[in-house]
């Protein structure tokens, strides 16, 4: 995996960072059923934004609403000016909204190659440019291109998931479980390449189960147990506060 294309030029104007995003009062329900309670986070424009806590804790709901799959039930999302709640899933995603789901949502019965042309249906990018760009940031995927991807290993089904999210350079990127499932070696090195599209001015929220892996790359984290945040600051000051809570 390379990282030349997701370097950027020293000395971007901050006009071209993405808009940080806001979350304030936010409540989401399954039915009846309430799991979030509400949540409050701001994430800074340009960071990494690490939501750390156990099974159950709603951490993939909240990032479901913050990306606009899902519906709240109270508060607000927005990023920058734009209210999530009240704008289109599609518009969102044109407007440089994109999220990587757990379980990877790729199309496991077409071929890498098929996958990828897919990603060019929302319009405005070519198949050539998808595929030089995937493969110049994933070349086992040129490897793989014509193998089907439900057949491909864990992590390279991962770099397919994550194509698509680039091949739209998007402000603001979700990740959901990057890790799970996968070799440490594989995790280090998306982990890497998250580090790179930060630099680069990405706006970037990841849910992880994994302290150390996500703490290492994140610029701020918070602690969510039961559908509420518990504590959120610096990485440097979340580790313990989340062994405890994991513990607990």
């Known amino acids: 995996?390379?990282?030349?294309?997701?370097?950027?030029?020293?000395?971007?104007a901050p006009s071209q960072l993405p808009p940080s995003v806001s979350?304030?009062?936010?409540?989401?329900?399954y039915g009846r059923i309430e799991v979030l309670h509400g949540v409050d986070l701001e994430v800074p424009a340009g960071s990494v934004f690490a939501l750390l806590g156990p099974n159950g804790a709603g951490k993939s709901t909240l990032l479901k609403v913050m990306s606009g799959r899902m519906r709240a039930t109270a508060g607000d999302v927005?990023?920058?000016?734009?209210?999530?709640?009240?704008?289109?899933?599609?518009?969102?995603?044109?407007q440089g909204v994109c999220a990587v789901p757990?379980?990877?949502g790729i199309f496991p019965n077409l071929t890498v190659r098929e996958n990828l042309r897919i990603w060019t249906y929302r319009g405005g990018i070519s198949m050539k440019d998808v595929e030089e760009h995937t493969y110049e940031t994933f070349p086992?995927?040129?490897?793989?291109?014509?193998q089907l991807a439900g057949t491909m290993s864990g992590?390279?089904?991962?770099?397919?998931?994550?194509?698509?999210?680039?091949?739209?350079?998007?402000?603001v990127l979700y990740l959901d479980e990057l890790s799970m499932g996968l070799a440490p070696l594989i995790v280090a090195e998306l982990y890497e390449l998250v580090g790179t599209l930060?630099?680069?001015g990405m706006t970037i929220v990841l849910v992880e189960q994994?302290?150390?892996?996500?703490?290492?790359?994140?610029?701020?984290?918070?602690?969510?147990?039961?559908?509420?945040?518990?504590?959120?600051?610096?990485?440097?000051?979340?580790?313990?506060a989340a062994l405890s809570v994991y513990l607990a």
């Open 1 to 12: 995996m390379t990282d030349q294309s997701t370097t950027t030029a020293p000395g971007a």
């Open 23 to 29: 979350v304030r009062g936010l409540r989401a329900s």
């Open 78 to 94: 927005m990023i920058g000016d734009t209210p999530v709640g009240k704008t289109p899933a599609e518009k969102l995603a044109r």
């Open 102 to 104: 757990e379980g990877r």
């Open 140 to 146: 086992v995927l040129k490897e793989r291109r014509r």
């Open 155 to 171: 992590g390279e089904q991962q770099m397919l998931a994550i194509s698509r999210a680039l091949v739209t350079n998007p402000r």
């Open 198 to 200: 930060s630099r680069r």
């Open 210 to 240: 994994f302290v150390t892996t996500a703490l290492a790359v994140a610029d701020h984290a918070a602690i969510m147990v039961h559908g509420r945040i518990e504590q959120q600051g610096a990485p440097a000051d979340m580790a313990e």
